[in-house]
């Protein structure tokens, strides 16, 4: 940010991801502008939105790994303590929410709640701080013009990740709801409800109101799940590049916008772990759902 | 804000965690919490048990100690009898013994008088006939008087 930059460029640039793909014209690049990104196509990568939910991603396997590997049934270590803690909690959520049994659900809920919140607390992170520092590697180590790094380090206020995350979760909906009911008993469930009728010309007319129905509500599920995460944490971001914004217009609104931001920051604490605790409930209460077998 | 193939690679990843903390996390962890919470449970049966031992040991050791005092009761009652009946054994030997000291005290001054009598009978004799002798000045015949005499003595 070397020359004078408007506060549309600023914003621009921090809602920018570091794109990679095959660009009609350059070929196999990263996107020097939003509108190379766009020309990419389907097939390109945020490397920063992946990058970092991955390195966040590995974090927690590693330090619930580490826990669990030296787990023991005596007295819990510092570590090992708080690790249980999570655990214990996820492990109540899960008894509470769902009523089979499906030794996966439990470690389901517990990843995405971990991940979610560790992607969320980037959020954090004063927001300049990594762009920055990508752009001065970027630009002295790998010759790029470092007004042309971009770098998002909240992952889920990246729409793929939130809907990578909710579509994983919907296949497993779907996967669980053909297994524990069969085909013929799911698509009866898309179809026979909510209308039904003794009639079989009737219950023709109503099976594809049924599925109508059944299938937005199906469909809305993993939506609604990337969205409101998504949403609240590109707002909450969004915000933080306002207040950030002030640090530029003088003493009073550079002080102003300093308490400002420690505040939205507090307050933002309870919703980056509101927002991993809701799309853990909603996914339990999702897999649930697939596993109920007779209760129509 | 382009959705892009970013999605699928966080699907896998997604996907793949889940796997890793199913597998290498989370049955771990529920193992250990599991056991602790048998230990615990153990260790709070045991206390109560130990608790009951306690309470019943100590109702038995209330117990030991009451038989002890009465035992001990008895004890010092029937030492107080053997006493008094060895004392009272002791006073019937010393009355006894007493009686026959005196006894042979007794006997024994009796001999002594009839051994005194004896020697005083000789000497009367002696002197009877040494007196005799002299109020007769005659020579008599000592042994014909002796038996006399002899007898005489023996009717002292």
Known sequence: ?296 | MNINATLIGQSIAFILFVWFTKKYVWSFLMAAMEERKQKIADGLAAAERGKHEQELAEKRAAEVIAEAKTQAQGIISKAEKRASEIVEEAKGNARTEGERLLAAANAEIEQEVNRAKEDLRGQVVSLAVAGAGRVLKKELDSKAHNDMLKDLVSQI
Request: proline share 4%.
């Open chain 1, 1 to 296: 940010m070397a020359d004078a930059i408007t506060s549309t460029d600023y914003i621009k640039h921090h809602l920018t991801n570091l794109t990679y793909g095959n660009h009609p014209e350059n070929g196999w690049s990263f996107a020097h502008t939003a509108q190379e990104a766009k020309e990419m196509g389907f097939w390109a990568f945020h490397v920063d939105s992946l990058a970092w939910s991955l390195v966040l991603g590995l974090i927690f396997l590693f330090i619930f790994r580490r826990a669990a590997k030296k787990a023991t049934s005596g007295v819990p270590s510092g570590m090992q303590n708080f690790v249980e803690w999570i655990v214990d909690f996820i492990d109540d959520s899960v008894r509470g929410s769902f009523s089979g049994k499906n030794p996966w659900v439990a470690p389901i809920a517990l990843t995405i709640f971990a991940w979610i919140f560790l992607m969320n607390l980037m959020d954090l992170v004063a927001i300049d701080w990594l762009p920055m520092l990508a752009q001065w590697v970027g630009g002295t180590f790998l010759g790029m013009d470092p007004h042309h790094v971009y770098f998002k380090v909240v992952p889920t206020t990246d729409p793929n990740i939130t809907f990578g995350l909710a579509i994983a979760v919907f296949l497993m909906m779907l996967y669980y709801s053909i297994k524990m009911k069969g085909i013929g008993g799911f698509t009866g469930e898309l179809t026979l409800h909510p209308f039904s009728a003794k009639n079989p010309l009737l219950q023709a007319i109503f099976i594809p109101i049924n599925f109508l129905l059944e299938f937005v509500s199906l469909i809305s599920k993993p939506v609604s799940l990337a969205l409101r995460l998504f949403g609240n944490m590109y707002a909450g971001e969004t915000i933080f590049i306002l207040i950030a914004l002030m640090y530029g217009a003088g003493i009073g609104f550079g002080i102003f916008g300093g308490v400002l931001q420690l505040g939205w920051a507090i307050f933002h604490i309870l919703i980056i772990t509101l927002q991993a605790f809701i799309f853990m409930t909603l996914t339990i209460v999702y897999l649930d759902m697939a596993h109920q077998t007779s209760d129509h």
